[in-house]
């Protein structure tokens, strides 16, 4: 009889492993980072969170180029024909058809920094705007005209190369005039002609002056709950409720509320049936700040990256480039952040069914405007469309995130990393890097990521699990080697990729577990 030999029986793999959802609550700045909830993110550059997983933000390309200098103030003229224009090195530029601008259609402009409005009248649609050096710049549709052309562009009583701020309240003009507490109207459906002070001097205590005017609509709509709202530069807002300005009856002050000091004069904006202000404190909605103070950041929309809100103020807060803009298509709020006057840009966007908050970086805007429901913004020399293919105008996209820290089960044991595997879904080949930080350890890798060219697989000789089929995604999920030592983990992923779409899903870690210390 043969004799019997013992069963061969594989080895079962080291350590645990343990399976880490990608962070859909995005960027979390305000929280204890000891006590982040795990769906959270200590940084999130360039991932975008989404409602059940986490993607590369989408590129941007150069819609229109050949422009001189500095984009500053992009114009969404709205009519049965939009256009889109572009101001920099004081010259106007029509931009709609996209591609290399012909010649400017104005020149010899003070600056390029113009607070706009579309009002449509009797007479026609027009776009008109200000800038606190020149005479008001008014387009009808097919004509740029300024005040002094005659009527019915002139505006008299007031010089209109004072006035900082223009916005459209119950079918009339209404104007913010440089280093005051005055407004100015216009009659109504007038786009030119007679302009009437209305005095806010004695309604604000604090002194100061006027930086912007804003229209609170209570219905979301526009209608006869309107409310008229001013801020001056002290962070103090007066409410108005104004049918008549030219009647004591017509006009009646609401109340006096205190924020934070505004930042820039593009301060206001209509968003979701609410008018936002960036503030010191944040970027708050009005409905809040009449039913609170400016002690409460739960009521903030950027309650969540607080921080960072106001780390950036501090570095910021008196460039250029402070401007909110909403993306419906996209379900995104991007809040502008001017590093520094006319590059390294950031945007901090909020998914507005979510309210997660993720950070970009690679879209260098000095404005914002929605023109045909896309995202556009001006750039240097070009006006660019965002949220529009899988590069940054033909430069890779990259992407860094840190996950908020887990204790993988157990809060008093000594942890040893030795695998991580990021799942990700994409058409293509990124470069990725994956490790883990440990122990609240927020400091990054020095690790470059370059991208390798997407190659498709071919039926019968593509390699599986590694190559792509045709354009459709796959799963990318292979193991890389992790380091360190510690009780609590933080994924660290990284991407580079220009051309392809990247999907995170998940991560799965493995360890070797030590005693408790």
């Keep these: 009889m043969a004799a019997a030999y013992p069963r061969l029986v594989a080895p079962k793999p080291r350590g645990k492993a343990y399976p880490i959802a990608a962070p859909i609550g995005g960027w979390n700045a305000k929280d204890v980072i000891g006590a982040m909830p795990p769906e959270d993110a200590v940084t999130m550059t360039n991932w975008y969170p989404a409602t059940n997983s986490v993607y590369l933000r989408s590129g941007y390309t150069q819609y229109s180029t050949g422009i001189t200098g500095q984009v500053q103030t992009v114009i969404p003229y709205a009519s049965t024909s939009n256009k889109l224009f ?85 079918t009339r003009l209404w104007y913010v005039q440089q280093s005051t507490l005055k407004a100015w109207y216009l009659a109504v459906g007038a786009i030119g002609g007679a302009a009437t002070a209305l005095d806010l001097s004695s309604v604000f ?27 001056t530069t002290k962070g103090e807002i007066a409410v108005y409720r104004l049918t008549d300005p030219t009647t004591p009856t ?56 607080q921080f960072a809100i106001s780390n950036a103020v501090t570095l910021y807060g008196s460039n ?24 390294s840009q950031q945007q901090y966007v909020m998914n507005t069914i979510t309210g997660a908050w993720c950070n970009f ?61 990021p799942t990700l879904f994409t058409n293509g080949s990124p470069a990725i890097y994956g490790n883990i930080n440990w122990d609240f350890d927020t400091s990054d890798t020095t690790a470059a990521l370059t991208f390798s060219p997407t ?4 039926w019968d000789s593509g390699v599986w699990d590694s190559a792509v089929w045709g354009s459709d995604t796959a799963v990318q999920n292979n193991w890389q080697g992790a380091t360190g030592t510690g009780k609590a983990a933080g994924i660290r992923l990284k991407v580079s990729a220009s051309g392809i779409q990247v999907q995170w899903v998940s991560t799965d870690v493995v360890f070797e577990e030590g005693g408790i210390l």
């Excluded at 503030?279 to 969540?304: E, V």
């Excluded at 480039?321 to 709020?333: A, F, I």
């Excluded at 070009?382 to 887990?406: E, H, M, P, R």
């Design 86 to 170: 572009a101001i920099a090195s004081g010259s106007i530029y029509d931009c709609t058809a996209g591609g290399a601008v012909g010649a400017a259609s104005v020149t010899g402009l003070s600056n390029s920094k113009f607070q706009g409005v579309n009002f449509t009248t009797t007479g026609g649609s027009y776009w008109l705007g200000v800038n606190g050096a020149d005479k008001q710049q008014v387009f009808d549709g097919t004509t740029w005209h300024k005040d002094g052309d005659g009527a019915p562009y002139d505006i008299t009583g007031v010089n209109s190369n004072t006035l900082i701020h223009v916005n459209v309240f119950k």
């Design 361 to 421: 970086s690679g879209w260098n805007a000095n404005c914002w405007c929605l023109f045909n429901d896309d995202p556009y913004f001006g750039g240097n020399g070009y006006v660019g469309k965002a949220w529009n293919g899988y590069s940054d105008a033909g430069t890779a996209i990259q992407a860094s995130c840190l996950q908020a820290f887990n204790f993988m089960g157990s809060a008093e044991s000594r942890k040893r990393g030795t695998m991580i595997r």
């Design 250 to 305: 017509g006009i009646s002050l609401i109340g006096i509320y205190r924020v934070g000091a505004p930042i820039g004069r593009r301060c206001f904006f209509k968003f979701a049936g609410d008018l936002l202000v960036i503030t010191q404190d944040g970027l708050i909605p009005m409905s809040s700040i009449i039913q609170s103070d400016r002690l409460n950041p739960k009521s903030f929309l950027t309650n969540k990256i």
């Design 455 to 458: 190659t498709y697989g071919t």
């Design 205 to 231: 205590q604090l002194g100061g002056t006027l930086m912007a005017m804003g229209t609170w609509t209570i219905d979301a709509g526009y209608g006869v709950d309107d409310y008229a709202v001013w801020i």
């Design 320 to 343: 250029f480039g402070w401007e909110v803009l909403s993306y419906p298509k996209g379900n995104q709020l991007y809040l502008n952040i001017p590093v520094s006057d006319g590059s």
